[in-house]
């Protein structure tokens, strides 16, 4: 497989650094809120990725957090915990919320078909690891005390800046949204590891540390909880490409520092979903939330779709036409693959064959436009029904788009049945009500044993490119 190194500007063969095993970490949400359907693109092409390595053959530790706590409202460590602007906003406690929230994560999760990660770790959980780590940065002066709270020294590092050749200028003082003057730090640069008392006048949660009551910083949690899980070499490192600065820069700076060697060698990020506007956000007021999605007649697996036609690393703009032209997109694909015919003998062989071209395509910087592509490939397969069902199986254990199953449903719930004497005749097809009218004048020119408008009506079909099948009970086409 290879995959685009945010780290290092090109795409490269993964490697781990135990074979045949992958470690993975991917930044999970800040539970303050619902999560919007930007910031779900990420976690769907995470989950796309995870459910490859998985099907090459890789054994994959995958580990994510949960922010429930020192997530300040700015990445330059200034402004509200979000967690508490949320508690505030609903009148619940922090807790509350985080509960809340991580709930209706994962449960937007499992309507996206994303599967749930081997651990999930709050933040609040690891409190312990980030002291250890901060005890050991302080020690070999890599971190030090200003105001009550523990900076990281960047001063100290040979490289800084490692996902982008940032200007010393971009971070300055009112040219970088989110950029304030902290009198306390060396550095513009430097990031806070443990806040106390110049901070949390009215923090929720807060712990006992060798530097007095606080509470972690957010950049500290995932490099605590990744070692904790994953072990001291992380193979692959999955975000936001808005969290490449300066979260993952300051995830790199400070477990490298502590641990004395490489820390992750591959990260993967995941571009914005735009709207013609801009950027989502959630300050925006009302936001786009899977809920929302449902509530105006959407499959959220239309919307998955939708992104899996784009690649990964480009921004997708997202308007309800387009999300209409995919809805429409999925659902002709459905209709196809309800019109095979379960039943008969797989042919492996074939179906192997085409195993290994899809793997083959997605393995190129997980391009999961081909990945579709590869469904209407076996849609098209000179091989019998049977045999394209079971490749299609094959291959949305990595798409996860539920082909076969919303297929079956249409076969038996959407399928036109016409009740005629007592008798029923089930039409099954690709959703067309034109075909379906011709295929039904046909099955009543029978009955009626006016056999030349029925082979004229064959006729006709054949003509545009229909193949036709009588089956027990009704009939089945599908375009050729």
């Given at each position: 497989?290879?995959?685009?190194?945010?780290?290092?500007?090109?795409?490269?063969?993964?490697?781990?650094?135990?074979?045949?095993?992958?470690?993975?970490?991917?930044?999970?949400?800040?539970?303050y809120h619902f999560a919007h359907i930007g910031n779900l693109r990420s976690y769907i092409m995470e989950d796309v990725l995870e459910k490859y390595l998985r099907e090459a053959g890789y054994v994959v530790n995958r580990v994510m957090n949960i922010t429930d706590v020192g997530h300040l409202a700015s990445d330059a460590d200034t402004g509200e915990d979000k967690m508490?602007?949320?508690?505030?906003?609903?009148?619940?406690?922090?807790?509350?919320?985080?509960?809340f929230y991580t709930d209706a994560f994962f449960a937007d999760c499992q309507k996206l078909n994303v599967k749930r990660p081997d651990v999930?770790?709050?933040?609040?959980?690891?409190?312990?690891?980030?002291?250890?780590i901060i005890s050991k940065l302080v020690d070999t002066g890599y971190a030090y005390l200003a105001g009550g709270n523990v900076y990281f020294d960047t001063s100290k590092l040979e490289r800084y800046y490692i996902?982008?050749?940032?200007?010393?200028?971009?971070?300055?003082?009112?040219?970088?949204?989110?950029?304030?003057?902290?009198a306390n730090k060396r550095s513009k640069n430097d990031f806070v590891l443990w806040f106390t008392k110049s901070k949390f006048e009215d923090q929720?949660?807060?712990?006992?540390?060798?530097?007095?009551?606080?509470?972690?910083g957010w950049h500290i949690e995932c490099s605590g909880i990744s070692m904790k899980y994953n072990g001291e070499y992380l193979d692959l490192h999955c975000g936001g490409v808005d969290n490449a600065?300066?979260?993952?820069?300051?995830?790199?700076?400070?477990?490298?520092?502590y641990l004395g060697h490489e820390w992750c060698p591959q990260w993967f990020h995941v571009h914005h979903l735009n709207t013609p506007e801009g950027k989502m956000s959630k300050s925006k007021g009302e936001f786009l939330t899977v809920s929302l999605l449902e509530k105006n007649g959407y499959d959220p697996l239309a919307y998955r779709y939708f992104c899996l036609q784009s690649h990964y690393r480009k921004a997708l703009v997202f308007t309800w036409e387009n999300l209409d032209n995919a809805a429409a997109a999925y659902g002709k694909l459905l209709n196809r693959i309800a019109a095979l015919q379960p039943g008969g003998d797989v042919d492996a062989a074939v179906c192997q064959d085409y195993k290994d071209k899809f793997l083959q395509q997605m393995g190129n910087d997980l391009n999961t436009s081909m990945g579709i592509t590869a469904v209407f490939d076996a849609l098209k397969a000179k091989t019998n029904d049977a045999t394209k069902l079971a490749m299609i199986g094959e291959f949305d254990r990595v798409?996860?788009?539920?082909?076969?199953?919303?297929?079956?449903?249409?076969?038996?719930?959407?399928?036109?049945?016409?009740?005629?004497?007592?008798?029923?005749?089930?039409?099954?097809?690709?959703?067309?009500?034109?075909?379906?009218?011709?295929?039904?004048?046909?099955?009543?020119?029978?009955?009626?044993?006016n056999f030349a408008e029925a082979d004229r009506i064959r006729d006709e079909l054949?003509?545009?490119?229909?193949?036709?099948?009588?089956?027990?009970?009704?009939?089945?086409?599908?375009?050729?």
């Open positions: 497989m290879y995959l685009y190194n945010s780290a290092t500007h090109k795409k490269e063969e993964f490697k781990t650094h135990t074979p045949g095993r992958v470690e993975m970490y991917t930044c999970g949400p800040t539970v508490l602007k949320g508690a505030k906003r609903e009148h619940k406690s922090v807790l509350e919320i985080a509960q999930v770790q709050p933040a609040t959980g690891c409190i312990a690891e980030y002291i250890q996902f982008n050749d940032h200007d010393e200028e971009d971070l300055a003082v009112g040219v970088r949204e989110g950029v304030e003057a902290d929720a949660l807060k712990w006992d540390s060798p530097w007095g009551v606080g509470y972690p600065f300066p979260h993952h820069t300051n995830e790199i700076a400070q477990s490298e520092s798409l996860s788009l539920s082909l076969l199953e919303k297929a079956a449903q249409l076969r038996e719930k959407a399928a036109q049945t016409v009740q005629s004497g007592g008798s029923g005749y089930l039409i099954t097809g690709e959703g067309d009500p034109e075909i379906d009218a011709l295929v039904l004048q046909r099955y009543e020119a029978k009955k009626a044993k054949n003509a545009r490119g229909i193949e036709l099948t009588d089956v027990k009970g009704g009939a089945n086409w599908k375009r050729v």
